[in-house]
């Protein structure tokens, strides 16, 4: 088992900064690949960003390249989401997800374990 617990959300204007993060407890961190989701209201879950389990190799959803940046530090059991020049449609609620291997995948089906969410709400 693997426990998610995600911070940082909140609310900030147009162009703002936020930078989530993701404790992870149980399982081997170091050995899961990490991914960010969003779930806006009436809209279907989806995917954001992701990161292998070293670190050297991550993807990105097209909307957020250069502005979303991901990382991890497996001293920490801590996974990051950096988030600059956010925009009104960045509003959603951002999860952190776990998978039980190394490799990067970036459907919602393809990972075992789920934090609560945090909401991240950008206001024009």
Known sequence: ???????????????????????????????SAMGWFRQAPGKEREFVTAINWS????????????RFTISRDNAKN???????????????????AARNSKVVLTTTEAYAYWGQGTQVTVSS
């Not at 426990?3 to 050995?31: D, I, K, N, P, W």
Request: hydrophobic fraction near 25%.
């Open 1 to 31: 088992q693997v426990q998610l617990v995600e911070s940082g959300g909140g609310l900030v204007q147009t162009g703002g900064s936020l930078r989530l993060s993701c404790v992870a407890s149980g399982r081997t961190f170091s050995s």
């Open 55 to 66: 670190g050297d190799s991550t993807y990105y959803t097209e909307s957020v390249k250069g």
């Open 78 to 96: 801590t996974a990051y989401l950096q988030m600059n020049s956010l925009k009104p449609e960045d509003t959603a609620v951002y999860y952190c």
